[in-house]
């Protein structure tokens, strides 16, 4: 495993990271243990969570997958101080009007119940989970500020943030001297391009902001585990998710699937490890977000660790999935 600088500053995060919107879900608390041990083991110290995981599963109130990692890291597999630990605040967890958005009063209320459910004393990287039209900036990057400064969190970043609304908070936090973002996590995969490359991508490398790209593998469709012309299994994401319908639509994509897999042949790796290779050569990226359910779908993940792509790889791939315009 290698290890790269989360945007501007010296803190130092795995090539990958291991998200937890599974736990909780699609992989229950038991099964969630063996998939944390065995990227602790394999060197991954970056995890990213949210409030909201996975409030969504039937009767599941939310903070799941966070109690899940309290309850693992009590179990001492390892040391929390070698853990950099990410979650994120926004969505709603309650039914009062102040249980959602990204109010002062809301954000500090989170703060302490995420630090309770995770069993920790501060949060590495807090993330505002995406924007809240109600609330200014400036209110928000105040709260945020002022835990920085209490030191319940250690740096801030964002997730599913329009690059007009970044630089509204890049220039509030320089304009007010209030913590700033270090990171973005935005929707990004071989399958969807334009939405961080167009206008995001600029804007990442000219504040030096961190990209922690999610869904890098497009739902799994990058995984090569549907086939063309046969209906998704069920169950699967896949016979559920119009997303994923809509990709196995276009020809396009299912050529890109075949041209990762004859790439991937002549190195000894999968599709998907491939796709996240491609990811991991883009200038700004500096850990996409896995999603393991399983310790054997992890083990595959794991192979991209260390996977540097070649020019001419490169080109092919992205002759296939270059963004209109």
């Known amino acids: 495993m290698e290890y790269r600088r989360l945007g501007n500053t010296g803190l130092k995060v795995s090539e990958l990271c ?25 060197g991954i110290n970056f995890l990213d969570t949210a ?10 109130p ?45 954000v500090l209320a989170s703060a302490r119940a995420s630090l309770r459910r ?12 995406w924007p809240d039209e109600e609330t200014p900036i400036e209110e928000t990057l105040s709260a945020l500020d002022d835990l920085v400064h209490m030191g319940d969190v250690r740096y801030i970043g964002c997730s599913n943030y329009p690059a007009w609304r970044l630089m509204q908070a890049l220039w509030a936090s320089e304009r007010h001297h209030l913590a700033s973002f270090v990171s973005l996590q935005p929707h990004y995969s071989l399958l969807n391009r334009s ?24 739902g799994g469709f990058l995984s090569g585990k549907y086939k063309r ?56 990226v500096t850990s996409p977000i896995i999603g393991p359910r399983t310790v054997e779908q992890l083990q595959d993940n794991l192979g991209a660790a260390g996977l540097r792509l070649d020019p001419p790889e490169l080109a092919s791939i992205e002759a296939l999935t270059t963004p209109a315009g």
């Open 118 to 129: 995770l069993g920790v004393d501060h949060i590495d990287l807090y993330q505002l989970h």
């Open 195 to 218: 939405e961080y490359e167009r206008e995001l991508e600029d804007v990442c490398q000219t504040y030096g902001l961190g990209v922690l790209p999610y869904s890098p593998l497009a």
């Open 18 to 42: 291991l998200g937890t919107m599974q736990f909780g879900w699609t992989a229950d608390e038991a099964s969630s243990y063996p998939v944390l041990t065995a990227a602790a083991e394999a």
């Open 62 to 106: 939310g903070g799941v997958a966070e109690t899940i990692i309290g309850k693992w890291l009590k179990q001492g597999v390892v040391p929390r101080d070698q853990l950099v630990i990410a979650t994120k605040v926004a969505g709603e967890m309650g039914e009062g009007p102040n249980d959602r958005g990204l109010s002062r009063a809301h």
């Open 229 to 284: 012309g046969e209906p998704a299994p069920s169950p699967s994401r896949g016979a559920t998710s119009r997303r994923l319908q809509g990709y196995m639509k276009v020809e396009r994509n299912w050529a890109l699937l075949d041209e990762l897999r004859d790439l991937g042949a002549a190195r000894g790796k999968t599709t998907s490890q491939m796709a996240l290779g491609w990811l991991l050569a883009r200038p700004t």
């Open 51 to 60: 409030d909201i995981y996975s409030r969504w599963a039937e009767g599941n």
